[in-house]
């Protein structure tokens, strides 16, 4: 094991000495003086092969838990995710000065710190959050616990929701021999396609709400494709569960308890709501702006993440780490800070990816954005690349993307979708943020990686005993039962 390790590790190395001499001599001749202009690298200067990092993080993800060991991540994953930041950040600083250092400052401070705080105050509080009561897995109670989980993801947001229910789902199951399928199921439905009806329930969708997107357009745009795939699937796992179950014999052991189910840690919710509220906060004030070694940070966000923290820390003062309800609840740190060391690496790497979107027609990937005119293609580009990509800012890249090639600006998106204003400029702009909307929530159930719900439900059960399927095992069952669905989507409604 130690063996391939040290393999596995000197080859990243030396695959990153390559990339820092070519990243280097290329930044030799673009760079231009100190770096002082400190807006971040012009996307339209990189090439397509400095996000070979970006691939390397996620090969690592995908194949290292197969050849190494099942659990790489949770032992290692730090490990991994610096050696591949570290292969991107120092010829990325040798190369482009300040401005290389502005860009991993802006996407620390607006993008990944506030994913983590809002992760781990969702994570804490509803851990605090305890389900008792006798359970039983069968058909039945799995599908409506899948259901209730879809209902009220876009009200608590998918981390809120996955969290919520994602033990009391394991609990329930506990005698079942296959067990996977109700944790992939989970994460389509939970995870991802039940945040689609407000900007509570995933992360492209609060971008939007910032930039104008009115609260409520997303319940009534998005209801239709959510509802369609949602039924579908939710249907089509009843009968693949009732299957499996079938085919284990049919039969709940009894086990002599009959215990009333019933609800404890309660006012965990009252936190919870005070999450929901710090976000809604957030992107409904603006209180100015404080300048950060050149990134502008907005008051009103950093007023949230400390409501976010406070909430937490209140949740585990009433709730403790060490109390009974927790220990219950199999409650740990491991899947949050697993989550943490391996996106601080997938955000410290995804820099180059990210800017090359946004260079739009003048950067490396010209050809795919100037192929972009229909919403079919704002759909499948958006979602494909949010699988790999973060999907908020994937989201955000094709929001400004649209708007650029209709001619419209920020300021009118408020009148566009609240139908005061009706040219056909203005409707084709609705259809293709309905199409990059659906995308981004909607794709990110294809990996682990597509949404942060995602790798953390995975750890979870996987902590539980639950054997999950590889990297590419999950895309196998994503491919096969998402896609067609996909497929129905792009030629009823785009």
């Known amino acids: ?38 807006g971040g690298v012009d996307g339209a200067k ?30 290692h994953g730090g490990k991994m995710s610096l050696v591949w930041a570290s292969i991107f950040a120092i010829p990325y600083l040798i190369a482009f ?63 809120g929701a996955s969290m919520l229910l994602i033990r009391p789902l394991i609990r329930a199951n506990a005698y079942r021999k296959n067990k996977a399928h109700l944790i992939i199921f989970f994460i389509f439905l939970v995870s991802n396609i039940g945040g689609s009806l407000t900007p509570i329930g995933d ?17 009534t745009a998005l209801l239709p494709h959510m509802l369609f795939i ?17 085919r284990e014999g049919g039969v709940v052991p009894d086990d002599g308890t009959n215990e009333p189910i019933r609800v404890e ?13 710090a976000v809604l906060m957030s992107g409904t004030f603006k209180w100015g702006e404080v300048n950060i070694l050149g990134v502008h940070v907005y008051w009103q966000n950093i007023a949230r993440e400390t409501l976010i923290v406070i909430m937490g820390l209140l949740s585990l003062k009433y709730t403790p780490f060490s109390g009974e309800l927790r220990k219950s609840n199999e409650f740990s740190w491991e899947p949050i800070a697993e989550v943490a060391k391996v996106f601080a690496g997938i955000f410290m790497t995804i820099i180059p990816a990210l800017a090359i ?32 990509l973060d999907n908020a800012p994937t989201y955000l890249t094709f929001f400004n993307t649209a708007l650029g090639k209709l ?27 309905t199409a990059i909307s659906i995308g981004a929530v909607f794709m990110g159930a294809n990996t682990y990686i597509g949404n942060a719900p995602n790798f953390m439900v995975k750890a979870i059960a996987e902590q539980s005993g639950i054997r999950m399927p590889s990297f590419f095992g999950f895309m196998l069952w994503s491919v096969a039962i998402l896609f067609p669905l996909f497929v129905i989507v792009t030629f009823v409604f785009l």
């Open 1 to 38: 094991m130690k063996s391939k390790l040290s393999f596995c590790l000197i080859l990243c190395v030396i695959l990153g000495l390559a990339l820092s001499v070519s990243i280097e001599a290329f930044g030799a001749d673009e760079a231009h003086g100190d770096g002082a202009h400190h």
């Open 46 to 75: 990189l090439p397509m092969w400095s996000i070979i990092p970006f691939v390397g993080i996620l090969l690592s993800i995908a194949i290292f838990p197969l050849v190494l060991d099942s659990h790489f991540l949770v032992h």
């Open 97 to 159: 000065r300040g401005d290389a250092f502005y860009d991993i400052l802006h996407i620390y401070l607006l993008d990944y710190i506030p994913f983590i705080i809002l992760l781990w105050g969702l994570f804490t509080v509803a851990g605090g959050i305890l389900v008792r009561g006798t359970l039983r897995g069968t058909p039945i109670v799995n599908t409506l616990l899948l259901l209730l989980g879809t209902v009220i993801a876009s009200w608590v947001g998918t981390t």
């Open 203 to 219: 992360p492209p969708l609060f971008l939007g709400f910032l930039r104008g997107v009115p609260f409520f357009w997303t319940t």
């Open 230 to 246: 949602s039924v579908v699937l939710i249907i089509f796992f009843f009968i693949f569960d009732t299957l499996m179950f079938k």
């Open 265 to 277: 840690g309660l006012f965990n919710l009252i936190f919870l709501l005070g999450i929901i509220g």
């Open 357 to 388: 979107l946004k260079a739009g027609e003048n950067g490396a990937l010209a050809g795919l954005i100037g192929a972009m005119k229909q919403p079919v293609h704002y759909f499948w580009i958006t979602g494909i690349l949010s699988s790999f």
């Open 407 to 433: 001619h419209l600006t920020e300021t009118v998106v408020p009148q566009i979708l609240s139908g005061q204003l009706t040219d056909p400029q203005h409707l084709e702009f609705v259809r293709l943020l």
